[in-house]
């Protein structure tokens, strides 16, 4: 009988952006994948999946339906390993595998990003910090993906089996690489933009968190030293209106360019030449790894996902998040603008950081930790099978 895996997740668009190639790594190895998300993508390298109403929000009534439901797929199907992400997914897949873990299911939980850190709120870390110490106690292994979240829960000894780091869900550096100078030449000349602009990048979700409205106002800063910046933005969402409409009461409407949802952001950012961000909150952003393996240098807003991966003055600058920072943030996007030779400086630099956050790293890092917690059949003095976990 083969060995089944769980994973679970709010929504099933996070395993096709994110997982992947993990779901492949127990295909070739013989494992039975199944997926349990609200949706209906028809996922690769799956067995089985199942459309649960998971709800973003705890507050939500469909989370009870969602847990009873997980918890049915769970005592049924008998996983070796269960392994949730974000932060429903999480709570849910915790709970309803309970009972299971008595009977020798694994329980691996992925932090995307604690909603508590230093910094947040008062009420973040009410709200979701007794959620996720108390959770620690059915997870045999919690996984966080930035060096902060790990000293967190080390440090507030969160009752998990086992805490781990991995570099975030890895960069595809085959996909996400560079263009040499003629090639980028070549892709700009393509484009409808001018050889003399200064394209700076962003892909992100037009929502509060994101904070487009910084970066529109930092350029037209910018925009009045004479910079000749364009800020390309890539996403949709509720905010993206209001965004539109900043940009024409500030003058730059004409610099900037609403992409909307785009499936080519690796063919995108090798003809760019600065990637920007200005979120509030990140865990450890694939925007920012995908820019640093095409060589662009950033521009981010200081969390603590954007310094693990921004290292000031080396690869680019850090600007605090909040109101008033406009100004800080154009000098930066006016310095970058004038100097080709910085930007090139930068950019290998963030090659050079980028090679640790390869996705070939990242799915070794895991592989090793799936390894740790595999039930391996061996037979008994009986010639039964009988089961040995690894810890």
């Not at 929504?11 to 790594?25: G, Q, T």
């Not at 009410?126 to 106690?137: A, D, I, K, N, T």
């Not at 890539?234 to 909307?260: I, N, T, Y």
Request: aromatic share 8%; glycine share 8%.
């Amino acid at each position: 009988m083969s060995r089944k895996v769980l994973f679970c997740a709010t929504v099933d668009f996070h395993f096709r952006a994110f997982h992947l190639p993990v779901m492949e790594w127990f295909k070739q190895r013989g494992w039975e994948v199944h997926v349990a998300a609200r949706g209906e993508l028809d996922l690769p390298f799956t067995d089985r999946k199942f459309n649960i109403p998971i709800e973003r929000s705890p507050l939500r009534g469909g989370n009870w339906a969602a847990y009873r439901e997980l918890k049915e797929i769970i005592r049924t199907n008998d996983y070796d390993l269960v392994h949730a992400h974000t932060p429903m997914g999480g709570v849910l897949a915790r709970l309803a595998a309970a009972g299971s873990r008595k009977k020798g299911t694994r329980m691996l939980y992925t932090a995307h990003g604690f909603h508590f850190c230093k910094g947040s709120s008062l009420a973040s870390w009410l709200l979701y910090y007794p959620v996720e110490r108390g959770l620690s106690r059915l997870t045999d292994c919690l996984i966080t993906i930035n060096e902060e979240d790990y000293r967190l829960a080390a440090g507030r000894r969160f009752k998990a089996g086992r805490i781990e780091h991995v570099h975030g869900v890895g960069v595809d550096t085959d996909k996400f690489r560079p263009a040499a100078p003629a090639e980028k030449l070549r892709l700009r000349q393509q484009s409808p933009y001018a050889a003399e602009d200064v394209l700076m990048f962003y892909a992100g979700e037009f929502n509060g968190n994101k904070n487009h409205q910084l970066l529109i106002r930092a350029l037209a800063r910018a925009q009045d030293q004479g910079a000749a910046i364009r800020l390309l933005l890539a996403g949709e969402g509720p905010l993206q209106e209001q965004c539109r409409q900043l940009a024409a009461e500030l003058g730059v409407a004409g610099r900037v360019e609403f992409l909307g949802y785009r499936r080519d952001i690796d063919r995108l950012l090798p003809l760019c030449d600065a990637a920007v961000s200005s979120s509030l909150r990140e865990g450890l952003p694939v925007n920012i790894m995908e820019a640093m393996a095409c060589g662009l240098p950033i521009i981010a807003t200081r969390n603590r996902g954007h310094a693990e991966l921004v290292k000031p003055g080396e690869n680019g600058y850090l600007v605090e998040p909040g109101p008033g920072q406009e100004d800080r943030l154009a000098e930066y996007m006016f310095e970058l603008s004038l100097s080709a030779g910085l930007r090139s400086l930068m950019g290998n630099k963030s090659l050079e950081l980028i090679q640790t956050y390869q996705l070939k790293s990242v799915v070794r890092e895991l592989s090793s930790i799936y390894i740790g917690h595999m039930r391996e059949e061996e037979s008994d003095e009986t010639g039964n099978q009988r089961y040995r976990a690894h810890i």
